[in-house]
């Protein structure tokens, strides 16, 4: 009989079963058809990403067919590997198409033309930004197509390679995390752009750590100069460019905050009305009725007969309004 082994080799852990709700979701958001090639009726499989078996999240699968799976084990050679970044890539692309699809009550067989070809062309693009470890081209790239998760993987790889101070203030705005931004590049970057009088990058800096009111003294300022200097292109490029952006939604949203912590409700309703918040707008009102209609305000009386559809009331107050306008 032959002796026992004294180190028997460990029987190999078989992977978890994805959660049936996970793997419901992954197939129903997907169409049932693999988010590469998109050929309905093809069976197919739940892939991991990260080719960790264990890792069930769900940003971690992909529906594929048993083709296109078999790419994403490809090393080697001359064939092309699907990558974990282009799987991410098509399954976001797919999902949206499904979604709209559905939305829209068009059969499944209605499908963009084209969509796959498109994504196929970008992703060697995107390949060859890899290969040269172009990460602050690929973050840009990312992000004007809408894929967060990879923009954001990008922005680490090209953090940990190291930036200037500028491009990390860039990255966090574009993530909407100026909170990630070290202090001390803050400061390097505002003392320079002050030194330099650079006061239109100082307001596009103030805009990016999300100071809307630094942002929109220093636009105004550039304009100002550009003005007095007779430079009016100038001028008008950064006024368009200020009134493109969200800063004026962002201090009516301050001035907001700060007349409802003074209980100023007359000042609470004109910032709603110019974020033209409408629901809030009448939720304000309507919870504010009983003083309102003690102050006897003919303003808001209206705007609250407006908003609790007292067409009777309304016009009675809009009567009132015109009798104490007639001069005598």
Request: hydrophobic share 35%; aromatic share 8%; charged share 25%.
């Amino acid at each position: 009989m032959p002796p026992k082994s004294a180190n028997p080799s460990p029987k190999k852990k078989r992977p978890t079963p994805i959660p049936p709700d996970t793997a419901a979701r992954a197939l129903f958001l997907s169409d049932r058809t693999c988010v590469v090639c998109r050929t309905a009726g093809k069976a197919v499989q739940i892939h991991h990403i990260d080719d960790n078996h264990e890792n069930h999240a769900f940003s971690n699968l992909a529906v594929l067919c048993l083709d296109c799976h078999t790419e994403t084990q490809l090393t080697g050679g001359f064939h092309r590997k699907l990558d974990a970044d282009q799987v991410v890539l098509f399954r976001d692309n797919w999902m949206t198409l499904v979604a709209r699809n559905r939305e829209t009550d068009t059969a499944s067989a209605d499908r963009p033309a084209g969509s796959t070809q498109d994504l196929r062309a970008l992703t060697t693009v995107l390949d060859a930004l890899k290969d040269r470890k172009q990460y602050v081209s690929l973050v840009i790239r990312y992000d004007l197509i809408g894929n967060s998760e990879l923009r954001d993987k990008y922005i680490e790889l090209a953090l940990a390679e190291g930036c200037d101070d500028d491009t990390v203030i860039f990255f966090r705005a574009m993530q909407k995390r100026p909170d990630l931004v070290p202090a001390q590049t803050i400061t390097r970057v505002i003392t320079r752009q002050k030194r330099n009088k650079s006061w239109s990058q100082l307001a596009r800096t103030y805009e990016s750590l999300g100071d809307r009111r630094n942002a929109a003294l220093h636009y105004c300022r550039s304009i100002a100069e550009s003005v007095q200097e007779g430079n009016v292109f100038s001028a008008a490029y950064y006024l368009k460019e200020l009134c493109e952006t969200d800063i004026a939604a962002g201090l009516f949203q301050e001035a907001y905050r700060e007349f409802h912590s003074k209980g100023d409700l007359w000042w609470q309703v004109r910032c709603l009305q110019e974020l033209g918040w409408q629901s809030e707008l009448n939720e304000l009102l309507m919870s504010n009725r009983a003083a309102i209609e003690k102050a006897g305000d003919t303003s808001l009386l209206q705007y609250l007969y407006a908003a609790t559809g007292e067409q009777d009331k309304l016009y009675e107050q809009m009567k009132l309004e015109a009798e104490y306008s007639v001069p005598d």
